[in-house]
């Protein structure tokens, strides 16, 4: 008799990938809202892109990981 229980394993990269998604949606809408605001400072407003950007790379290197 098989067992019909899923593999830990599996369900942690499913829950994962899951936490991931939800990161790089969370990330896209900062960094959506930070381009449309009006900054003094022009490079102020680079710097806080530049680090959204260098957190979504590592998201989607975690992700790439994950395959």
Do not use: H, W
Not at 2 to 22: A, H, R, W, Y
Not at 43 to 55: Q, V
């Amino acid at each position: 008799m098989e067992s019909t229980k899923i593999p830990k394993m599996i369900i942690k990269k499913k829950l994962k990938k899951g936490v991931i998604k939800k990161q790089l949606k969370k990330v896209d809408k900062a960094i959506v809202e930070i381009a449309e605001m009006k900054f003094e400072n022009y490079e102020e407003k680079e710097e806080k892109l530049d680090a959204l950007i260098f957190l979504k790379n590592r998201i989607l290197t975690e992700a790439r990981e994950l395959l």
